[in-house]
């Protein structure tokens, strides 16, 4: 069965730092989310990316963190100078029809992020 | 605001026991509602989905839910637990934002632990 797979699975880093997370969607599916979860918390959304650019995206996405699809398998996601508050799981997702088509999505098995 | 709440943080039940996992949802428009499962290590899996017709929906290894449109619910339930359904479970609705895409809002999850 196809899947998402998403590496590393566990990064730590330093606050200040950048870091990329990377995503291989299924492949003939043509929707991206990256979702991230706070310890203990809800799982909220962070951007949707629809043809090459960004369909949607939520307050938490401030201009620290960019998406990019560099080479049409990749999905990554980027925060420039990562907070001690970016800590979290996250998970990229995928879904096989466009953005105005209403399917499930596929999710990967997440990154775990830890900012010291 | 859209949202949805999982009023059951954490749940132990001893293997044979029923399960109903407590899910509900604040949206007036269309709704599509899943249950998410996600076990130690892995990724987001779908457990089952609603989108249209009967309310009663049956998913993978015997789980089920039923949405009351009504109530704004959308209940996990399961006859029998066993062992292995010890995992965390998501309620999601997946609704669509004002830019005419979909994104998905999740519950904060629930913990379940199954005793042997």
């Known amino acids: 069965e196809p899947e998402v797979t998403q590496t590393p699975s566990h990064q730590v880093t330093q606050m200040g730092q950048e870091v990329i997370l990377r995503c291989v969607p299924i492949?003939?599916?043509?929707?991206f989310y990256w979702y991230r979860q706070i310890l203990g918390q809800k799982v909220e959304f962070l951007v949707s990316?629809?043809?090459?650019?960004?369909?949607?995206k939520s307050e938490i996405f401030d201009d620290q963190f960019s998406v990019e699809r560099p080479d049409g398998s990749n999905f990554t996601l980027k925060i420039r100078s990562t907070k001690l508050e970016d800590s979290a799981m996250y998970f990229c997702?995928?879904?096989?029809?466009?953005?105005?088509?209403?399917?499930?999505?596929?999710f990967g098995q997440g990154t775990r992020l830890t900012v010291v | 605001a859209q949202s949805v709440s999982q009023h059951n943080h954490h749940v132990i039940l001893s293997e044979a026991a029923s399960l109903e996992l407590g899910c509900n949802y604040s949206?007036?428009?269309?709704?599509?509602l899943f249950w998410y499962v996600q076990y130690p290590g892995q990724h987001l899996q779908l457990l089952l989905k609603?989108?249209?017709?009967?309310?009663l929906v049956k998913g993978i290894k015997g789980f089920e839910a039923e949405f009351i449109k009504s109530k704004f619910s959308f209940n996990l339930r399961k006859p029998s637990v066993q062992w292995s359904d010890t995992a965390e479970y998501f309620c999601?609705?997946?609704?669509?934002?004002?830019?005419?895409?979909?994104?998905?809002?999740f519950g904060t999850g629930t913990r379940l632990k199954v005793l042997a």
């Open positions: 999601a609705v997946n609704v669509r934002a004002t830019s005419g895409t979909y994104k998905y809002i």
């Open positions: 997702a995928s879904r096989e029809t466009g953005a105005r088509s209403n399917t499930e999505a596929f």
């Open positions: 609603y989108f249209s017709g009967d309310p």
């Open positions: 492949s003939n599916h043509l929707y």
């Open positions: 990316f629809y043809n090459n650019e960004i369909s949607e």
């Open positions: 949206y007036g428009g269309t709704v599509n």
